[in-house]
């Protein structure tokens, strides 16, 4: 996706705050007027694509297609926002630990699409988030009663509530992946970190310093989550038990980066809801934001290690506007004294702007030591007789092999990583 005292030293009063408002869950208002809310919402842009053939063979072939309908049903059958609310909640996580269960080869594969998948998710979330636009409630439901629900359907099939790390005599770490993106260039695109992620989640790691838990959380491509708060709310509460965390979404073709060097800047590139944004990245206490913030990552060990096909590079382009000029420099050894950031190693786009907010978020907790920064996979492609969206199938020997490899080298890299940190 290129395209404790301390902190509150830092921070000041207003903005740790902030940033606690920012960590809490959202909570519904109260009722609106009835009848206000209870009008179903226009589908978004992301649930408009359902529609599509390939999304819809996704779902069928995978056995996610009877989740969104069943959803519909247990919401027909709720009488007041409490148990609504527990019914969203309930059927987002079923989601989440079914696609975890699945990707780990627990339980039945349902249907024939490989079990390391992370579409269904995808579409499958999105399914059930149109069942809630849609659904008309036999009782009043504010505009926000409404918005909280969706929060709670996003969080809790994401992973977010999912968090857990039982056992005090391992270490900890935290894997994050995105959802599947550009897709009106081609709708059956995956993304190979958000793979990882469901790979990933609660598997136990052997290091030379003893067992490490991994839990992960995937997030969406969306620049108003982001601005709304959703990488701290998800991240502040956990960063100060960790002992490693790594962002992770899709980069170049043919190669990892560790990205040495994150910046402050939206560059525009549209989401997933076709939506823009250019400027500073929108962060809590904008006063005390800056222009840059650095991986600490063991980038030495991790492009030095053998951990798969794909090569591991340590990425310290960035580009810049230098103190006193006007016009963008890229610099291929990192950011110079005053400037002004235009792109950090990993791009102006949301994979840059997840790993820039996550390690403002370390520095401003006060983990200066904390490993954790930002990881590009490369390019999931499909076979070479197969790369017309127009035409193409939704999957095939090349575009499999490419994600295994891919997600078990993802996995050896957080190995090395944890290893080289202790």
């Not at 399914?127 to 008309?136: H, V």
């Not at 960790?242 to 190669?255: A, E, H, K, Y």
């Not at 197969?386 to 295994?404: A, I, M």
Request: proline share 8%.
């Amino acid at each position: 996706m290129t395209h404790h005292s301390p902190a509150a030293a830092r921070l000041g009063i207003g903005g740790l705050a902030l940033l606690l408002v920012l960590a809490g869950s959202a909570r519904p208002a109260a009722a609106a007027p009835a009848d206000t809310a209870r009008t179903p919402r226009a589908v978004t842009v992301e649930e408009q694509r359902l529609d599509r053939a390939a999304p819809r063979e996704i779902l069928r072939r995978s056995g996610f297609d009877a989740l969104a309908p069943r959803f519909g049903r247990a919401l027909e059958g709720t009488g007041g926002y409490a148990q609504a609310e527990r019914t969203v909640t309930r059927h987002a996580s079923a989601l989440w630990r079914r696609a975890v269960d699945r990707a780990r080869g627990r339980g039945p594969a349902t249907g024939d699409l490989s079990r390391g998948d992370d579409r269904p998710l995808y579409w499958a979330r999105l399914a059930l988030s149109r069942e809630l636009r849609s659904w008309t409630p036999p009782f009043a439901l504010g505009d926000e009663q409404r918005k909280a629900l969706h929060t709670a359907l996003e969080s809790a099939s994401r992973g977010e509530r999912e968090i857990r790390f039982p056992d005090r005599r391992m270490k900890r770490v935290l894997v994050t992946g995105f959802d599947p993106f550009t897709l009106d260039r081609d709708v059956r695109i995956g993304n190979p970190s958000g793979a990882s992620a469901l790979a990933l989640d609660g598997t136990v790691v052997r290091t030379a310093d003893g067992p490490a838990r991994i839990e992960t959380v995937v997030f969406p491509v969306r620049w108003s989550d982001f601005a709304e708060g959703v990488v701290e709310r998800t991240l502040a509460r956990q960063l100060p038990r960790l002992d490693l965390f790594t962002t992770v979404s899709q980069g170049r073709p043919g190669r990892f980066d560790v990205e040495r060097t994150n910046g402050a800047w939206r560059g525009g590139f549209p989401d997933n809801e076709n939506t823009a944004s250019t400027g500073p990245v929108p962060v809590a206490d904008p006063d005390t934001r800056p222009q840059w913030t650095s991986t600490t990552l063991p980038y030495r060990q991790l492009t030095e290690a053998e951990t798969g096909r794909f090569p591991v590079y340590d990425n310290t382009e960035v580009t810049e506007i230098p103190a006193g000029g006007t016009q963008p420099v890229t610099r291929p050894d990192g950011p110079t004294p005053g400037s002004a950031a235009r792109a950090g190693g990993g791009g102006d786009y949301l994979s840059n702007e997840i790993a820039f907010r996550a390690t403002l978020l370390r520095d401003r907790l006060g983990l200066p030591h904390l490993p954790g920064g930002h990881l590009h996979t490369p390019v999931l492609r499909f076979g070479a007789e197969n790369t017309d969206p127009r035409t193409g199938t939704v999957t095939d020997p090349d575009f499999e092999r490419n994600r295994s490899d891919i997600v078990r080298q993802v996995g050896e890299l957080v190995r090395t990583a944890v290893t080289a940190g202790r």
